[in-house]
């Protein structure tokens, strides 16, 4: 008898919860979430392996039921040089209670 070769898409997840527009794969290394992936609707659940996932998990569920809800969690990120500081950026302004807008200009450029 042949043993079915793994789904790479499905392995390594601590838990994959239902969301209204895909299947969310959840990463974590260490009480660290590591990545969120979406897999397609109909991919199959996995409860979470940890008392961590199960976090996770419940903040995804708030913020799916409430979009301003604000996630509380330990991650890595991964990305480049630019990317860490636009994130950096995002994080820094949302820590100050507000976006940084667009200046409006003062003056008529005509």
Same mark, same amino acid.
């Given at each position: ?33 590591? @990545?969120? #992936? *979406? ?7 996995? =409860? ?5 996932? %199960?976090?996770?998990? !419940? ?19 991964? @990305?480049? #040089? *630019? ?7 995002? =994080? ?5 209670? %507000?976006?940084?807008? !667009? ?8």
């Amino acid at each position: 008898m042949h043993e079915r070769a793994p789904t790479p898409m499905l392995d390594g997840y601590s838990a994959r919860i239902e969301a209204p527009f895909a299947v969310l794969g959840v990463r974590t290394r260490a009480e660290r979430l590591v @990545g969120i #992936e *979406y897999l397609p609707l109909g991919a199959a659940t996995l =409860r979470p392996i940890d008392a961590f996932s %199960r976090e996770v998990c !419940r903040q995804l569920s708030a913020y799916l039921k409430r979009p301003d809800f604000r996630f509380d969690l330990a991650f890595e990120s991964h @990305g480049t #040089e *630019y990317q860490q500081r636009v994130w950096d950026a995002v =994080r820094s302004a949302r820590r100050r209670g %507000r976006w940084a807008r !667009r200046a409006e200009p003062t003056e008529s450029p005509c």
